[in-house]
T-cell receptor, first 114, second 113 residues
Framework: AQSVTQLGSHVSVSEGALVLLRCNYS??????LFWYVQYPNQGLQLLLK??????LVKGINGFEAEFKKSETSFHLTKPSAHMSDAAEYFC????????????FGSGTRLLVRP | DTAVSQTPKYLVTQMGNDKSIKCEQN?????MYWYKQDSKKFLKIMFS???????INETVPNRFSPKSPDKAHLNLHINSLELGDSAVYFC????????????FGQGTRLTVV
């Protein structure tokens, strides 16, 4: 069975500081991995995805994530936080054999201090 | 134009009532989904349809019945509403099942009183 673990339900950074949101996955087959962002009272928006091409994936709004098979990790980073990055971030996994469903982590709320 | 639109955005209703949430996508996608987000923000898939055919039916009470009249619509009907059904329900669509980007609607906040 697949699963996703996001370490830290809340992460607080200062504006301009590095953002690091952690995601570890469990999958018996090569996974597809995603990061989604949810702004208050909004739906989810895709930030980036890994589908077995380059292990370093660049997404929107300056975010990127690196797939590390040896660590079963797909951590999300951004070099310099902006106030507008404050939101809930979800890591998700699905299978390369098209099992048709995204399995989401429990989410990490990013707080950005001025 | 909103890519995935849900109506209503807010729904407050009494226990025991029957209610529906509508979802429409104008992206030309083949696959549509319903997700439930609970009070702790945990997201779980409920149903998925591909070309109007049910392909995922998670462990959901049979009071919940999805209906897909065509590829662009996936409605969710809920009978005999219970307090525990209170949540935000998200509709989503993707080009095809599995590994492609899912586009989410704005959500419907259902409150059962």
């Amino acid at each position: 069975a697949q699963s996703v673990t996001q370490l830290g339900s809340h992460v607080s950074v200062s504006e301009g500081a590095l953002v690091l949101l952690r995601c570890n996955y469990s999958s018996s087959v090569p996974p597809y991995l995603f990061w989604y962002v949810q702004y208050p009272n909004q739906g989810l928006q895709l930030l980036l995805k890994y589908t077995s091409a380059a292990t370093l994936v660049k997404g929107i709004n300056g975010f990127e994530a690196e797939f590390k098979k040896s660590e079963t990790s797909f951590h999300l980073t951004k070099p310099s936080a902006h106030m507008s990055d404050a939101a809930e971030y979800f890591c998700a996994v699905t299978r390369s054999d098209s099992s048709y469903k995204l399995i989401f982590g429990s989410g990490t709320r990013l707080l950005v201090r001025p | 134009d909103t890519a995935v639109s849900q109506t209503p955005k807010y729904l407050v209703t009494q226990m025991g009532n029957d209610k529906s949430i509508k979802c429409e996508q104008n992206l030309g996608h083949d696959t549509m989904y319903w997700y439930k987000q609970d009070s702790k923000k945990f997201l779980k898939i409920m149903f998925s349809y591909n070309n109007k055919e049910l392909i995922i039916n998670e462990t959901v009470p049979n009071r919940f019945s999805p209906k897909s009249p065509d590829k662009a619509h996936l409605n969710l009907h809920i009978n005999s509403l219970e307090l525990g059904d209170s949540a935000v329900y998200f509709c989503a669509s993707s080009q095809d099942p599995g590994n492609t980007e899912a586009f989410f609607g704005q959500g419907t906040r259902l409150t059962v009183v």
